[in-house]
Nanobody, 122 residues
Framework: QVQLVESGGGLVQPGGSLRLSCTAT????????MGWYRQAPGKERELVAA???????DYADSVKGRFTISRDNVKNTVYLDMNSLKPEDTAVYYC????????????????WGQGTQVTVSS
């Protein structure tokens, strides 16, 4: 089927930078939307940044100007470059994608990665 494989989390000091990567693998026919969500302890999961179905980008207000989402369509990979990190960015970051397999190109299903921990602390 389809898997989302994330990497790049870790511990960083305030003001530092990290890059997250997410690669979709498996029987991928088409990707409609792909991006990143995060969930901090005691809080609901929220959108961080994503490419929409029309290939535009959505960003949470709290990360605009600091985070940048990019992608490599050949590799089915999205990246999240996080700069000027703050303690409030600490969360588990999840990759999310709407994918149609090449067995059923008109049916899109939502997939989630396993999550990668980002901790911003001095």
């Amino acid at each position: 089927q389809v898997q989302l494989v994330e990497s790049g989390g870790g511990l960083v000091q305030p003001g530092g930078s990290l890059r997250l990567s997410c690669t979709a693998t498996g029987s991928i026919g088409s990707i409609n939307r792909m991006g990143w969500y995060r969930q901090a302890p005691g809080k609901e999961r929220e959108l961080v940044a994503a490419f929409t179905a029309r290939s535009s980008t959505d960003y949470a207000d709290s990360v605009k100007g600091r985070f940048t989402i990019s992608r490599d369509n050949v590799k089915n990979t999205v990246y999240l470059d996080m700069n000027s990190l703050k303690p409030e960015d600490t969360a588990v970051y999840y990759c999310n994608a709407e994918v149609a397999t090449y067995y059923s190109l008109t049916y899109y299903r939502e997939y989630w990665g396993q999550g990668t921990q980002v901790t911003v602390s001095s």
